[in-house]
Every structure is written in C-alpha cells, then in structure tokens.
C-alpha cells in the first residue's frame, strides 16, 4: 500500500514512468515478429535412409529395424513410426513432451551414426530431417513454352534463387521439379563379353580415377597441403579415358570402345504443374523471427525485377505468397482491435462523467502498450492468436480502471476533490481489485502448461491474457490515480443531466427489484437455480467441433492418394480427371499439382511432405466469389468427384483448418506380427467402414499387393562359375539402375557418373537370359546367363511395411462427409471393431485414433485445468473473505455463467470445440468479480451498522455501474471477435458474452438473496 501512495503523492513520477513503458512497447511493436500463425513446431524428427533396388521387407529387415533398434535406446523419445516401401526406408520419430529439442535431437543422430556401419552397403546415408515445423514462405512456378529446354530452365531457375538467395530473412531456398543431370556410360555388354573383360573390371578402374584422398604435406620453406584430385571429367573425357590394354595386341581400349558416353538425367520422380503445363518450382523459406510483411515485400520486388528479364517464351507465376496472408490478417484483426477500444471508450462515456470516461479510456491504450514491452520480453510473436488474445481481454482489463476511478470519483465528490480521498478511495478497492484480477489470471495461467500439439497452438493466450491483465492492476492502481492526482483536482466533474438521471432510474430500479427479491429469497433462489440447471439440457444439443475451418482462406487443396504400389503414370491418369472436373468450376482461379509428392508446407498444421509415385497433391486457388463460398465450393467439388474412382483411390478437396495437426477424422491402427494376417484383417476393417452411413475415403496404408520378382541362386550351380549371391545382386544393380562410380567435376559443379547396361531387362524373360559377370583372381571374366544359375519367379508382397515403436502394424483411415457426426459415425466404428475384434488370432489389437480421440484428450486436459482454475479462485476468494459461506455465495456466478455460455451457443448455432470451452475456462474469474465486490461492500455496510437487508441492498445500489460497466465493456471488447472475426474465435466470444450478460443479471439478485438466507440462518443459530 505505501507504493501506491506514493505514486499518488508524487504523480509526475508515476506518469513518466508509465510513458516510458509505454514508449518502449511501441518500440517493440515494431522488432516483434509479425506472421499469420504461431510457430508450430513440430516436437520430433525424420529420418530417410535410401536402399535402392531392395523391396519392402528387405528395407524393413536390413535398414528400417536397425535404426528403430538404435534410435528406442533414447530416453527421450515417445514413439517411432516407419515406413518401409521399395527402395526407401522413413522414420519419424516424435519425442516426449518437457524435453530439449536440440538435445533429444543430438542423441538421436548420434545413435543413426551408430547404425550406419551396420547398414547394407548399397544403402545411402540416412538423411535426418530435424525442421519438420519449415513452411514454404512463396512458391514461384516457372514454366516453358513448346520442348522443354532444361539447361536454361535450369538457368533461370538458379536466377531466380540467386536473387532470393540475398533477401534478409530468407534462410533457405530449393528448386522442385528439375531433374537432376548426370553423366551416363551405357556399356554394351556383348562387346565387353568379346573383349574378354568384365564390366566389374570397368567399374573398379573407373573408381580407382576418380581420386580425392589428402596425401599429405610438402615441407620447405612454406608447409603446402598436398591434395591428389582425379576427377572422371566430361563426358568426352570419360569417353577417351583408357581403361585396360589388350593383351593380344597390345592396343590401349578406352571406354568409348565398349560403351557410350552422354549427359542424362535422373529417373523423374515428382512433376509439377502449373495448369497443364509442367513446370519448375522455386520455393522460399524465411526465419519465423521476421517481420513477414516485409520480406514478403522485399522478396516480391526480387521476383518483379526477374519477372522483366524473362524471354517471351518463358512464364512465371506467384503461386503460393504467405505475406498476402499477414497482410490480410494483419488487417481484419487491427480493424476488430481498433473497433473493440471505440466500443469500450464508448461504454465508459455513455456511464461515466466525460472527463473521469477519458482518464478510464487512457487505460487501455497504456496497457496494451506495456503489455508488448513485456510480451516481447517474454518472446511472444504477433499473429492471430495473439493478437485474437488482446480483443479478447481488451474489455477485462478496462475493469479495475473503471473500478478504481468510479470509486476515486465517488469519494471526491462526496468528501471533496483533493490527494487524500483519492489515496483513501485507491486503498478501498486495492484487496478487491487485486484478488479479483488475479482470479481471472488463474483461470487462464493453468493452459500455459497445457501439452501436446493443441496446447503448443494456444500458448501465447495465457500468456498474452497473464501479462495485460497483471498490467492493467498496476495502471488501475497507479496510472489512473496519478493521473487524477495531477490533472484532476482543479474543478469538480460534472456529469450530464441526463447521465445522472439514467443512473438514478436504473438505481432506482434495482432497489425495488432487489427489496421484492429478498423478501421471498428462498423463492427467486430456487427460481433462479432452477432456470439455469434447466439450460445446461440444451448442452446435447450443440454441435460438437474439436476445430473449425480455416476462413477466409483462398487456397484448397486436393488430396490424391492411391493405393501403395501404384505407379507415378497411374497417379497421372488419376490427376487429370480430377483437373478436367475441378477447372470447369468458375469459382477457380488457377490450380498447380504435384506429383510424386505433397506439396511444400504452407500452412502451419499439414503434414511434412510425403513423397511416393502414388501421392499427388493439388492446390486450387480461388477468386474472390470463391473465398466468400469456399464451404459451398467445396461441397460442390466433392459431390462432382464422388463415385468416378475405384474405392480405395482417395479424392478429397479439402479446407485448411485451425488448430493442431490431424490427419483424417477416422484413424485405426491395427498391430501384430503377421504380414499376411494384418493385410487380411485391414481389408475386413475396410469393408466394415465402407457399410457404416457417412464415412467415405477409406484406405489401408498396406496398400495392394504387388508383384515382386525373386531371385533364388542356386548355390552349387552358381560356385562352379565363381559367383556368389552377391555377384548377383550387384549384377542386377548394374542392369536395372545402374551404379555411381565417381564425380565428374565441371565448373565448380559435380555430377554423378553411372555405370550401367546399355540395355535394362524389361522382364522376367529377359532378365533370365541377362549376363551375370564375375571376375576370378587371375583377372580373367566369367560371364553366365542368371537363368542358368538361379531360380527366378514372382511373389505377392505388401507394398509398404509400417512400425508403431517397432511393431508391425496397419492403418485403415477414412473421412465422414459430414463433420458434424464424426462423433456419431466414431462411436459406431467402435461398436463394429469389438464384435470384429472376436473373431481375430491372438496377439492382433487395435487402437482408435483421429479426430475424435485427439478432440476428447484435449477435452479431458482440458477439464482437469477447468477444475484446477475454479480451484484457485476458490483459494483466493476464501484468502479475501475467510468464509465459506460468503465463498459459496460469490461462486454462484460461476454457475450461472456456464449455463449462460450455453445458452448463447446454442441461440448463435456455435459448436461446442475447443475454444468454446477455453471462453468458458476463462469466464469463471471475470464473474466471480462481480459477485466479491457485492459482498464486500455489503460486509463494509454491516460493519457500519446497518441492517442485514438495507446493507445489501446499498451495496447493490452502490456497485450497480461499476458491476454494468466492467461487464458491458468487457461484452463490448470481444464483441467484434462475435461478430466480424473468423471461426476460430467467434464460438470463443459468443461463449463469454453469453456467459457474462446472463450472469450480471442474475449476480445482481441472486447474490444477494443468497448471502440474505444464509446470514439469515446464521444469525438464528446465534441467537
């Protein structure tokens, strides 16, 4: 108390400290890093090892379980998920919550350099991918008249990227959809075969050219490093590089003797499309510690200046610029900022006498100001969850303003305008305004330690909602009265005539309501509990909806997905029926596909980029009509593209949507042991989804069985010859994809040089009758056809091996085409997979998962901070009253604000999701307010004497405004976020305005009837 009084007693102290903090904040309004979206990350790590030429099962025996073996050992690791398919072996690898990215991290790359020497030979190094959480910041498509001329493609791509390259703030840059240049020596085996040698003998000489081994260091004067460099050089290098002698005549062979030496390019893998045409694309990537706005700017202006260079044959287009997002952003919620301070400035004028409206006006800006100093302090960014967090508190925290100067101006004109009174009135309120401030904190503080993805997204509202509001106490506190102190003693504020009478007649109003009240307490008690038990029925009722969709928004997307094992030809043929459906709409602007892949990331919560030849993925970009019915748009698109593909062929078009990452709404994982058996039970957990009504899209991540050709060497037969298993397979190697033999170094570039049959099998016929070499120790060649040495047919195998923490498993997911009853349709899918379960081998299980089960955890979490908040507020209530009763009285409120909460939703048609619940986590401290201050001063009235019904009567009469006004102000800042804010958090708003008008209504009567037939009792027992 002593700090507050001489605040008061030296105000131009006080007030230029609060300038300069509120300088500061406007300072770092301008360092805070400006984006759309919180900085999502994502709380683990990818690892992808290539074994090329191996089939599924073999990269799960010899590559994906020997990391999974390495990688469990670490401490900090929750779950490892992998994925085994032709060629390639993914693991993603999610750490436990609490932990130190950077070190979890670490450990695991340390254990992966562990594994590497007990990986196969012909397996790369794994590559580990540690910035899941990296988002495509723009996405520029450069295209090409006619033949595709790829050196210049390239050429102006590299530009482009140069130019990016030197924007600040860009950390990286890529190019997509460029197939990478090699130098290729076809050999023709036959002429090898005559020349008596092997391509074995080839490939070993080619190795043993290209040198780069550091052989040490010359000593003289001066020490000089010595390097040995070999390069292969260009082709027509390579072409003439003599390899043997032959030893009939002598003569020097080189390579061009027995093979053909080009330029090629590697095996297209993705393609990228921009309308029909392919393209190449060049994507962007910024720090997330920027301001967005402009880099956004800067790189555009890169772009432009390109963009003129350009010859007419070539054309480039912004796809994808997340800045036109901020900006956009950025926009609508300064436009709901600013309306949100004119409502409540409004408030306060209409209930306040002008010139104590302006000083209480004054709060807001001051603390919003201070607020960023701090926030920036703590490293919070700006985005629309932040920002959405002050609209939201921006009506609270005007509150202890408001109750600071109402009761500073009551004693001023009751006792005279001078520091004292003000002092005096300051000191009234102080306990109140502090314990009710801090129980609002506590309603929120718990959802700081909220974990998982869900709470990740909506950290900084608790932190943004902790610190204004602990900032208002101290502007209420110290800023308003100062204020007062130094320009408010000359003269007497005076009120208009017809703001007194207002006050007076709703005064009036309310002490004829409150005396017919009391009277028959026990009656409106009842009344009033029993209206808001009867409104909690309604809760069934709402819609339920864990997030909403992303609004606003004038991209979506196209989920293709066929079945694993699909070719990248069959994805095609899928990709443009669904083009020719999707480009008659006119609510389409333009559309760009990838092929082979997902797109890049560019929006916080999609899934890191998945690559194989049956994924593609399609971004439709919509024009203004289209952003306005995206919903519509979206439906219509859907319908138009149901039943025109096979079952297990996924179509989606689909909305960006808020809130955490979830991969579709129907999500089975099924475990055991048995390849076969697990496929078998996928496909009847299929069947049974495909009959449940509303559930669409179902897919196994099995797959279909493919065929795979196997090759059995027939041991006897094969050492008669000289060759051993592994003869042939590298053989095969050599034959189908060719083998890297070196680096060809030109003008600061490598490119890899293959070694390869000028002829690949194209079958197993012509793979039976295919050359196998080996070489015996005198160097002489042995060639043998594979059919005569080994047994060759096909086999049925799964195209893709997924592990659950080293666990075989299968995922069946799928879709419900009506959002509204995944709870319904999840809840049936239960029922089916128990009476599926019985007929299942020992040793199968399966868990639920998707939107429903993450929706009811975050719920459940959810709940247990709810109970701890009203925990809190009862620990801080009882602190300030030492009374259970009074404490039971003032938590009243609570109750009646939920049933008011649900009330609102449901007249609004709000669904019940995550938001709607934090709105009403939040609401539990600001009405318990409303309540304290009624019992406080009804306490001070007792103490002065008074009688038990004239008391509360006068403290009803006397915090009648400060109780409208701290509600309708708080009603009036969150009414923009109700009524012109997005979906995210107009259910979060609608909740707490609800919430709060039914409340104060009700606060104002049932407060005090209830603490009237309580004290009532006691005094009786007393007696």
């Not at 130190?100 to 007990?118: G, P, S």
């Not at 493919?706 to 000289?722: A, C, I, M, N, R």
Request: contains cysteine; proline residues 4%.
């Amino acid at each position: 108390m002593i700090w507050i009084k001489k605040g008061i007693q030296q105000p131009v102290v006080t007030l230029l400290l609060f300038i300069a903090l509120s300088l500061a904040g406007v300072f770092s309004y301008f360092e805070m890093d400006k984006q759309e979206d919180p900085e999502f990350l994502v709380n683990g790590i990818a690892i992808v090892t290539a074994y090329p030429g191996a089939g599924s099962e073999k990269v799960e025996q010899l590559v994906t379980n020997v990391l999974e073996k390495k990688i469990k050992t670490v401490s900090e690791v929750q779950n490892i998920e992998s994925f085994s398919l032709p060629n390639v072996s993914t693991l993603f690898v999610t750490f436990k919550e609490g932990n130190n990215l950077e070190k979890a991290q670490q450990k695991v790359k340390e254990q992966v350099d562990q594994a590497k020497k007990l990986l196969p030979e012909e397996a790369t190094e794994p590559e580990i991918k540690t910035d899941l959480s990296e988002m495509a910041f723009m996405i520029v498509h450069l295209s090409q008249d006619g033949q595709i001329n790829h050196e210049e493609l390239k050429e102006k791509a590299n530009d482009l990227q140069k130019r990016f390259d030197r924007v600040t703030g860009v950390k990286r840059t890529e190019i997509l959809g460029l197939a990478d240049q090699r130098v290729e020596i076809n050999v023709d085996i036959p002429k090898l075969k005559s020349l008596g040698l092997s391509w074995l003998q080839v490939m070993q000489v080619l190795q043993k050219n290209h040198v780069q081994i550091p052989e040490g260091t010359l000593k003289g004067n001066e020490k000089k490093n010595v390097l040995s460099v070999g390069g292969l050089g260009n082709p027509d290098q390579i072409a003439n590089l003599p390899v043997f002698q032959d030893p009939k005549s002598g003569k020097q062979l080189v390579v061009k003797d027995f093979a053909k030496v080009k330029w090629g390019y590697e095996k297209e893998s993705t393609k990228i499309l921009t309308g029909e045409k392919q393209s190449v694309a060049i994507i962007v990537y910024v720090d997330y510690h920027v301001d967005a706005r402009k880099t956004g700017e800067e790189l555009r202006k890169a772009y432009q200046s390109w963009q003129k260079e350009l010859p007419k044959q070539y054309t480039g287009k912004v796809v994808f610029d997340q800045s036109e997002s901020v900006n956009k952003k950025f926009h609508e919620l300064y436009r709901e900022l600013g309306v949100g301070i004119l409502v409540v400035i409004v408030i306060c004028l209409l209930g306040l006498a002008v010139r104590s409206a302006l000083i209480t006006s004054l709060s807001v800006p001051v603390t919003v100001c201070i607020s960023l100093f701090f926030l920036n302090l703590w490293g919070v960014s700006l985005h629309q969850i932040s920002i959405a967090s002050i609209i939201l508190v921006l009506g609270i925290l005007v509150d202890d303003s408001i109750v600071s100067n109402e009761n500073i101006e009551r004693h001023v004109t009751e006792n005279g305008n001078n520091i004292g009174n003000i002092i005096k009135a300051v000191y009234e309120v102080t306990p109140s305004i502090i314990v009710a401030t801090l129980t609002i904190v506590v309603g929120f503080a718990p959802l700081y330690f909220l974990e998982g993805d869900t709470g990740r997204f909506i950290h900084s509202i608790p932190q943004v909602i902790i610190v204004t509001l602990l900032v208002s106490l101290l502007v209420s506190l110290f800023f308003i009265p100062a204020l007062r102190a130094r320009f408010g003693l000359k003269g007497q504020a005076k009120e208009s005539e017809w703001l007194l009478r207002g006050w007076s007649v709703l005064q009036s109003k309310y002490e004829q309501l409150a005396t017919k009240t009391l009277k028959r307490a026990p009656l409106w008690i009842a009344i009033f509990f029993g209206v808001s038990t009867a409104l909690l029925a309604l809760l069934p009722l709402l819609q339920v909806q864990f997030f909403p969709k992303a609004d606003g928004r004038s991209q979506l997307v196209v989920d293709i997905r066929l079945p694993q094992g699909s070719s990248l030809e069959q994805t095609e043929r899928v990709v443009k029926k669904v083009r020719e459906i999707v480009k008659r709409d006119k609510a389409i602007d333009f559309d760009i596909t990838y092929l082979g892949q997902l797109m890049p990331r560019i929006y916080y919560n999609e899934k890191p980029v998945d690559r194989g030849e049956s994924v593609a993925q399609m971004m439709l970009h919509l024009n203004e009509t289209g952003v306005k019915e995206t919903e519509k748009v979206v439906d219509r698109l859907n319908e138009q593209l149901k039943g025109k593909f096979p079952k297990d062929t996924r179509v989606l078009v689909r909305q960006f949507e808020q809130g955490p990452p979830i991969e579709a709404p129907i999500q089975i994982r099924m475990k055991g042991e048995n390849l076969a058996q697990l496929q078998k039970i996928s496909e009847d957990v299929k069947r049974e989804l495909d009959g449940i009504p509303h559930i669409t899209q179902t897919q196994s991540s099995l797959g279909r069985k493919t065929s795979e050709v196997s090759v059995t060497p027939d041991k006897e037969k094969s050492l008669k010859y000289g060759i051993f298993p592994q003869d042939i397979a590298l053989n095969h190697r050599f034959a189908l994809e060719g083998i890297e033999v070196g680096k060809a170094f030109i003008e600061n570039e490598s490119f890899p040089v293959l070694l390869k049959a000028n002829q690949s099998p194209r079958n197993i016929e012509e793979l039976g009758e295919f050359w196998v070499s080996a070489v015996f120790p005198n160097g002489q060649s042995q060639y043998v056809p594979l059919n005569q040495i080994a047994k060759i047919s096909t086999v049925q195998t799964v195209p893709q091996i997924t592990h659950y923490n080293g666990e075989r498993q299968a995922v069946v997911t799928a879709y419900v085409d009506n959002n509204q009853m995944v709870p319904q349709v999840t809840k049936k899918v239960q029922e089916r997979l128990k009476a599926l379960e019985e007929k299942w081998p020992s040793g199968y299980q399966w868990t639920m998962e998707g939107q429903e089960e993450q929706r009811t955890q975050a719920f459940e979490s959810m709940y247990k901070f709810y109970v701890l908040s009203i925990l809190l507020i009862f620990v801080l209530v009882f602190i300030q009253f030492r009374s259970f009763w009074k404490l039971i009285v003032i938590m009243t409120a609570i109750y009646m604000a939920m049933s008011g909460a649900i009330l609102s939703l449901y007249l609004t048609n709000q669904p019940l999701g995550f938001m709607a619940l934090l709105g009403m986590i939040g609401l539990g401290g600001v009405v318990v307010r409303n309540g304290m201050m009624l019992v406080e001063f009804a306490d001070n009235a007792l103490d002065r004497g008074q009688g038990l019904k004239d008391a509360l009567i006068q403290a009803g009469r006397l915090r009648l405004r400060p109780i409208l006004l701290t509600s309708l102000s708080a009603v009036g800042g969150l009414t923009p976020l109700a009524i012109i804010g997005g979906n995210l958090f107009r259910p979060l708003a609608v909740t707490m305005i609800g919430g709060l008008l039914y409340s104060t209504a009700l606060t104002l009567l049932a407060v005090p009837a209830l603490y009237y037939v309580i004290a009532r009792k006691k005094e009786k027992r007393n007696a």
